[in-house]
């Protein structure tokens, strides 16, 4: 599978039963807490600046940082959101947007380099996992390193944008980054005041069937949807069977592959004729990237779910 999105290393690191950001003993939990905290207080209008990360680790800035490695596309993408992006020297490999980001200098964000890290001599490095080690290295060379693991809900979202705009000294862009995805929010959530029950759904993120539950920040777009998730309950991005998604009957399956399913490639599937959403013909494919990256364009994914699943509040 290639690794585009954020959401992918997760899913590979499942299939490997190490999740870097969720489930490893020895990587970072994403504790709501830990950020929520971080950015409590109102923010600063000058520096020095100091921000919690996904450990409870604390760093203080004296001044905004000037060279900045961001190893996950969403981290690019909050950063250049806010207006930071002109401190970004290096992103992971799989970073495609915005197309400014594109053109920085490549890294490894699966297996990052300390060696190819330091050569850039960054005052600020964000990774969300660490393979081992390399937090150490970097903070033993006097490079400040960030954690910050993946959130379990839409909330965690907007909490790690408005912590990269604190630690950036872009808080004011981010609060109005985060106001304005407020209001999208709302006013989908206000289209859906009398739902009591959505319709069954069961996102797929991988062809084997590794999916989105409600216990990560990915299903929590479901929940605000008032959908009923098949997979609700079973940890964090589990891989459900063939038999299971079957038997669980969901009315809508969304498609968020990577490399990409096509709702064809579902209906042919030996067996899937009896699920309800092949007989509805109720199968659609999402671009992975606003559904899948806990940037600024979660809010795009949403909508885009909000079509798909309630077409005649939203056409």
Known sequence: MRLRYLVAPLVALIALAALACNGDDSGPTATPTAVQEAVAAPSPAVFPVTVTDSNGKQITFQSPPESIVALAPSFVEALFAVGAGDAVVAVDENTDFPPEA??????????????????????????????GGLEEALEGLGIPVLVLASPQSVEGVLDEILLLGRATGHAEEAEALIGDMREKIDAITEKLADVQ????????????????????????????????????????????TEEAVIAADPE???????????????????????????QNDRVFAVDPDIVSRQGPRLVDGLQELARFLYPERFP
């Not at 809508?252 to 092949?278: C, F, N």
């Open 252 to 278: 809508v399956i969304i498609l968020a592959d990577e490399p990409a399913v096509t709702p064809e490639e579902v209906k042919a599937r030996p067996g899937w004729q009896s699920v309800s959403a092949v």
């Open 102 to 131: 594109a053109a920085k200098t490549k890294l490894s964000g699966f297996e990052p380099s300390v060696e190819s890290i330091a050569a850039l001599e960054p005052d600020l490095v964000i990774i969300f996992f660490d393979p």
């Open 197 to 240: 029950e959505g319709p069954r759904v069961f996102h797929e993120v991988g062809p084997e069937l590794f999916t989105a539950s409600d216990e990560d920040f990915v299903g929590d777009l479901y929940v605000i949807l008032k959908a009923q998730n098949i997979a609700a309950g079973a940890g964090p991005f589990p891989q459900l």
